[in-house]
């Protein structure tokens, strides 16, 4: 009966140990779950157009993703909200590749947008004031773009160019023909030329003038060229026969000495007119001031041509000369020396 009541008392005792553990257990697995609870948070991942949705208690992002099979390469981006929060949302930027060519080169950078400025930053590539990019420094770059800079440079130099001086011919009856005297010795001038050349990637363009000096003046050369042509300007219309004589006129005074004079510029005669070629000296009580002339040699070799009474002279008045030819230079009047020419007054 005493063995009886013992193991009663020690079922009663056991019993009550265990009644007053359940409580404990519960409470503690109460207080488990509400810890995970508290620690859980829910986390959406978003790549691109994929997402998921997940709940962990993981606070390392790169573990978080690597659970959920999210993979990163060296240039993508992660931004995260704070875990501190329930709710977090990671959000993946994934890097597209940019192409660039510079200097005769190829690269390639990983990027996940940005300015094709920022791009070229990034890749370390400078360029200079005169460089082109082809895309603008402030667009923005996207997959597969790719962005050409093209190295330019100018560079200016001079070069000097001979002026070939010029030939002027004054043609004129004191000559023989095919006879030439030169009377001012030609020289050639010089023109500095300043050209500037656009090198594109290292390849000279096509050079652009941008000056042209000359530096120094060419001189013409001058020469008297046998021929026989008129040396007056004047032209009264006279109408000549095959000998070069006029065919009409009011008189005429034949194997006349005619001599040769000059004038400083400016000068006048004695009629008052300026003087020039093409007005002659005479004996104004032969031949009135005024009078048209038209003054050629009998053989026609010498022509002297249409011409104005307009001065006079002492050989004149004398009767030592017929006529005074009027030359433009000193050297013509000396290559007239004295020569015999028929005087046709047309009027």
Same mark, same amino acid.
């Given at each position: 009966m005493q063995e009886r009541l013992r193991r009663v008392s020690w079922c009663l005792r056991n019993l009550n140990r265990?009644?007053? /553990? #359940?409580?404990?257990?519960?409470?503690?697995?109460?207080?488990?779950?509400? /810890? =995970?609870?508290?620690?859980?948070?829910?986390?959406?991942?978003?790549?691109?157009?994929?997402?998921?949705?997940?709940?962990?208690?993981?606070?390392? #992002?790169?573990?978080?993703? @690597?659970?959920?099979?999210?993979?990163?390469?060296?240039?993508?981006? #992660?931004?995260? +909200?704070?875990?501190?929060? $329930?709710?977090?949302? =990671?959000? =993946? +930027?994934?890097?597209? &590749?940019v192409q660039i060519k510079v200097d005769g080169e190829k690269h390639t950078v990983m990027t996940t947008g940005g300015t094709v400025a920022a791009v070229l930053a990034q890749a370390g590539v400078t360029f200079g004031s005169d460089d082109t990019v082809s895309s603008p420094l402030d667009a923005t770059v996207s997959s597969g773009l790719e962005i050409v800079v093209t190295r330019v440079q100018y560079q200016t130099y001079t070069e000097v160019?001979?002026? &070939?001086?010029?030939?002027? @011919?004054?043609?004129?009856?004191?000559? $023989?023909?095919?006879?030439?005297? #030169?009377?001012?010795?030609?020289? @050639?001038g010089e023109r500095v030329l300043t050209y500037r050349q656009k090198i594109v990637d290292g390849v000279p363009q096509e050079p652009e003038l941008v000056d042209s000096t000359v530096t120094v003046q060419p001189v013409a050369q001058k020469a008297l060229v046998g021929s026989k042509v008129p040396i007056s300007p004047l032209d009264f219309g006279v109408s000549l026969d095959a000998n070069g004589q006029p065919l009409n006129y009011s008189r005429v005074?034949? @194997?006349?000495?005619?001599?040769? !004079?000059?004038?400083? /510029?400016?000068? !006048?005669?004695?009629?008052?007119?300026?003087?020039?070629?093409?007005?002659?000296?005479?004996n104004p009580n032969v031949i009135p001031y005024g009078s048209k002339l038209y003054i050629v040699s009998a053989d026609g070799q010498f022509v002297y041509g249409c011409a104005i009474a307009a001065d006079t002279g002492t050989a004149l008045m004398s009767g030592h000369a017929g006529v005074d030819l009027y030359y433009a230079t000193y050297l013509e009047s000396c290559l007239n020396g004295a020569k015999y020419v028929n005087i046709y007054v047309l009027d």
């Open positions: 265990r009644m007053f /553990a #359940v409580p404990l257990l519960a409470l503690a697995l109460s207080l488990t779950i509400f /810890a =995970i609870a508290h620690m859980t948070r829910v986390v959406c991942i978003y790549d691109g157009d994929q997402s998921t949705l997940t709940y962990t208690t993981e606070k390392d #992002v790169h573990e978080i993703l @690597n659970t959920e099979g999210y993979y990163l390469m060296a240039a993508d981006e #992660v931004d995260y +909200t704070d875990f501190a929060q $329930k709710y977090v949302e =990671i959000n =993946i +930027t994934r890097a597209f &590749p160019q001979t002026i &070939p001086y010029e030939q002027e @011919n004054q043609y004129t009856s004191l000559l $023989k023909t095919g006879r030439t005297i #030169v009377t001012q010795y030609g020289s @050639n005074l034949t @194997n006349q000495r005619a001599t040769g !004079y000059t004038a400083k /510029a400016g000068a !006048y005669t004695a009629s008052g007119r300026k003087a020039g070629v093409g007005y002659v000296a005479v």
